[in-house]
């Protein structure tokens, strides 16, 4: 069975602050993937990085960084410089990679509230 | 926007009644998905169809059937509805039949908010 953890249910921030999403998983999977999703306010949820299991290396996209550290089994995101409008909820999920079932398992997300 | 569609936005019915639920998948993607957002359960699959078949089932209830049609938009029936039930209910949809490949990346529509009154 899989299984994702967001320990934070909310976290409250200063524009411009970095703050990190934290993401732990549990899979038998030897094969996997990795997503970060955001739920705006508006309530439609946005894709943001897909990570394979074989691929630990960190990815940046702009004020977005996530790090793949498969020996703690985490997936965690963080946010440089904050800004308001990454006040969202924000799901990471996971899904194998093989034997079928490609069904994303999702946390419960974590509600970041970022304050001008 | 994802370029999936999913009407009603907002539907507020009574328990008992019977709802449908429609969505339209991105040009050319094969797979829908539904899911329910509900605060004490959070993010759910309920049912997968590919190409008109039922691919994969979740945590859907018996009360609740879906169907793909030929046009390969999407139809969630929720019947018998009680006042659990009301939740946001999401659509996504994806080229391929399943896994993690970006044929397969799923692109979520901007749910439909059920209220059971």
């Known amino acids: 069975a899989q299984k994702v953890t967001q320990a934070q249910t909310e976290i409250s921030v200063v524009e411009k602050e970095d703050v990190t999403l934290d993401c732990v998983y549990e899979?038998?999977?030897?094969?996997?993937?990795l997503f970060w999703y955001k739920q705006p306010p508006s309530g439609e949820l946005v894709f943001l990085i897909r990570?394979?299991?074989?691929?630990?290396q960190n990815e940046i996209s702009g004020r977005y960084s996530w790090n793949f550290q498969k020996s703690t089994s985490s997936f965690n995101f963080t946010i440089t410089a904050s800004q308001v409008v990454d006040s969202a909820v924000y799901f990471c999920?996971?899904?194998?990679?093989?034997?079928?079932?490609?069904?994303?398992?999702f946390g419960r997300g974590t509600s970041l509230i970022v304050h001008p | 926007d994802s370029g999936v569609t999913q009407t009603p936005k907002h539907l507020i019915t009574a328990t008992g009644q019977r709802v449908t639920l429609r969505c339209s998948p991105r040009?050319?993607?094969?797979?829908v998905y539904w899911y329910q957002q509900s605060l004490d359960q959070g993010l759910q699959f309920l049912i997968q169809?590919?190409?008109?078949?039922?691919?994969a089932k979740g945590n859907i209830l018996e009360r609740f059937s879906a169907q793909q049609f030929p046009d390969l938009h999407s139809e969630l029936n929720l019947s018998s509805l009680e006042l659990g039930d009301s939740a946001l209910y999401f659509c996504?949809?994806?080229?391929?039949?399943?896994?993690?490949?970006?044929?397969?990346?799923?692109?979520f529509g901007p749910g439909t908010r059920l209220t059971v009154l």
């Open positions: 999920a996971l899904s194998p990679a093989s034997g079928g079932s490609y069904i994303p398992t």
């Open positions: 990570r394979n299991s074989f691929d630990e």
């Open positions: 996504a949809s994806s080229l391929g039949p399943g896994g993690g490949t970006e044929s397969n990346e799923q692109f």
């Open positions: 040009s050319g993607d094969l797979s």
């Open positions: 899979t038998r999977d030897t094969t996997y993937y």
């Open positions: 169809y590919y190409n008109g078949e039922e691919r």
